[in-house]
């Protein structure tokens, strides 16, 4: 189609554009949105690899994880309807700690949405290898092949013309996209259940080792080595999307609220299912390969031979499409073929949300002055086109199978849930600087869930071990050179407001270090020492008595009142006032 941009007459300075974003998407479409992120191509694997890590008792870790990302949805759910902006998750830093704050969490949002739509299309190729037709797309080791990154590039492109056709037309597709892709693991959890062979195994809770072999390390452990907290991601769609809402005041908290309910609930159900459904036969002596209790935790030990141990832990251990091959293994063969498909469909949908989110993301840091203001015009769709032409660009480069891509994959994954931490910071600055400010929907016990949702931030972080945060620390270093504006006002920058965010990145990286999380193959010092529960204690503890410091200065020294209040008016109230020509 064509593209019919704003003239530089349309723009104003920073990238304030005066053709507003279309306010078009309805409860169902936020909704789906955080939904679609949430239920991707992680579901395959999950189940499997959480019995890797804590056994039955894994069931505990999936509730463990979904109750601190709720707890995180929930400080969302009142900034997004406060504050009904697009882009959100990275703005909202920027109004409470100025420039510097601002620069930082702004490039940990952009970066994570970017990067998500070329990693799920590598999944969809990786799976779709599975039939003769896509085996040529990916060398042995799992690298694309020319034809394979002509496929990426296509699948990139086509994400980025439904992008392109408008947001009713990309809420319209993703709606549809998403109940296949909540269809068919809830249909898969009623037809196992009901259907398999061999019925479902109740012996298996106390099947190989044990119901919990591993105790309560083994359990938080699982949280983020099964990939848990990675599974639960992507709620905060809805507040992305917010600046295109018809009514974000009313839908932004259901929808965030509501897609980390009914993940919790669907995850929770497929690991309870895949744990019964395995014939006894297909599970080993252990769960688990290694030590649990020594330093190194249970998955790496399993990585360091190379793959799980069949002699050990049985078939299901071998299963490289786990629910697919389960569903052939307990005689429902059809299934097996929807799931394959399933598998191609369910990380292309959230690769499509995750490119509007890079764009809406850009288009937010546009308009306050961190990206050039070309990222702040539209389509005559009223799409940031630029964002979503940026997007599929750095999906591209994600593609050079250059060596270390497999470990940024990791990092880049891993170190999202940074961009989680500016959240629950800002709220706090926001009820004590703004405390008469319209709330369409307030937290109670938002004292509360507010400094324990930073908390939780810092847990994840913690979790993501040693090598991610100090690569992470590169990125950071390397973001806010590129974006950080330094003609920006004075009073916005505001070093004061800023000056727990450096002590806060260092302080993390160094308990991460010295702690039982680190990953590193020769530990040394590890606080609590190197065995039993005490290690993970600490480090839990530790952490959060750090985090909580963190959270009351920032509190103490957030940008004054009149700051906040002038930098809402000069973009907030703008982009709101689309809400007047719907009758809201």
């Not at 297909?282 to 030990?301: F, Q, T």
């Amino acid at each position: 189609m064509s593209v019919d941009v704003t003239s530089d007459s349309g723009t104003s300075s920073g990238g304030k554009s005066n053709v507003e974003l279309a306010r078009d998407i309805g409860l169902i479409g936020l909704l789906w949105a955080s939904m679609g992120s949430i239920i991707g191509s992680g579901w395959l694997f999950g189940a499997q690899k959480g019995l890797f890590n804590a056994g039955p008792a894994v069931l505990i870790s999936w509730v463990i994880g979904g109750l601190c990302i709720l707890i995180l949805a929930l400080v969302h759910a009142e900034l997004g309807a406060m504050f009904p902006l697009s882009g959100g998750s990275a703005r909202f830093p920027h109004y409470a700690y100025g420039g510097i704050a601002g620069a930082g969490f702004g490039w940990f949002s952009w970066i994570q949405a970017v990067t998500v739509a070329p990693i799920e299309v590598s999944a969809a190729i990786l799976y779709a290898t599975h039939y003769s037709w896509a085996s040529g797309w990916l060398h042995p080791d799992e690298t694309l092949t020319h034809t394979g990154l002509v496929v990426a590039i296509l699948l990139m492109a086509l994400l980025a013309s439904v992008n392109y056709l408008g947001v009713k037309a990309l809420a319209n597709t993703n709606t549809v996209l998403t109940w296949w892709k909540v269809g068919v693991p809830l249909g898969t959890i009623l037809v196992v259940a009901l259907f398999a062979s061999g019925g479902m195994h109740g012996s298996n809770f106390h099947a190989a080792d044990g119901f919990n072999p591993y105790g309560v390390k083994g359990i938080l452990l699982a949280i983020p080595l099964s990939g848990i907290i990675f599974a639960y991601l992507g709620f905060e769609q809805a507040d992305q999307l917010a600046g295109e809402s018809k009514n974000p005041k009313r839908d932004i908290p259901i929808a965030v609220i509501g897609s980390i309910v009914l993940g919790l609930i669907i995850y929770i159900l497929l690991q309870l299912v895949f744990l019964l459904a395995l014939p006894a036969s297909s599970i080993g002596a252990k769960w688990c390969d290694g030590n649990p209790n020594d330093v190194a935790g249970c998955l790496p030990a399993q990585l360091a031979n190379g793959a799980a141990n069949p002699a050990v832990h049985g078939l299901y251990s071998t299963f490289s499409g786990p629910w697919a091959q389960l569903a052939a293994l307990v005689s429902l063969g059809w299934l097996a073929t929807v799931l394959y498909i399933d598998a191609v469909i369910s990380p292309l949908g959230t690769g499509l949300i995750y490119t509007a989110a890079g764009a809406r993301v850009s288009y937010g840091l546009a308009r306050n002055d961190y990206f050039h203001s070309v990222f702040g015009r539209l389509t005559s769709a009223r799409v940031p086109w630029v964002g979503v032409l940026v997007s599929f660009l750095a999906g591209i480069i994600c593609f050079l199978p250059f060596p270390s891509w497999q470990s940024l994959v990791g990092l880049i994954t891993s170190a999202s849930v940074l961009m989680y931490a500016g959240a629950p910071l800002a709220f706090g600055a926001f009820r004590k600087r703004l405390p008469d400010q319209e709330r369409p929907y307030r937290l109670p016990l938002g004292e509360v869930f507010s400094p324990a949702a930073f908390v939780v931030s810092t847990w994840i972080i913690m979790w993501s071990g040693w090598e991610t945060n100090w690569k992470l620390g590169i990125l950071v270093l390397i973001g806010c050179l590129l974006i950080f504006n330094r003609e920006m006002r004075p009073e916005v920058l505001n070093l004061k407001a800023a000056g727990w965010l450096p002590v806060y990145l260092v302080g993390v990286g160094a308990i991460t270090f010295f702690s039982t999380f680190s990953g590193r193959t020769n530990p040394g010092h590890v606080i609590g020492g190197t065995t039993g529960l005490a290690p993970v204690l600490w480090a839990q503890v530790l952490s959060a008595v750090f985090a909580l410091a963190i959270y009351y200065w920032a509190i103490a020294v957030a940008l004054p009142t009149k700051t906040i209040q002038y930098m809402i008016d000069e973009v907030v109230v703008p982009e709101e006032e689309g809400l007047e020509s719907l009758g809201h």
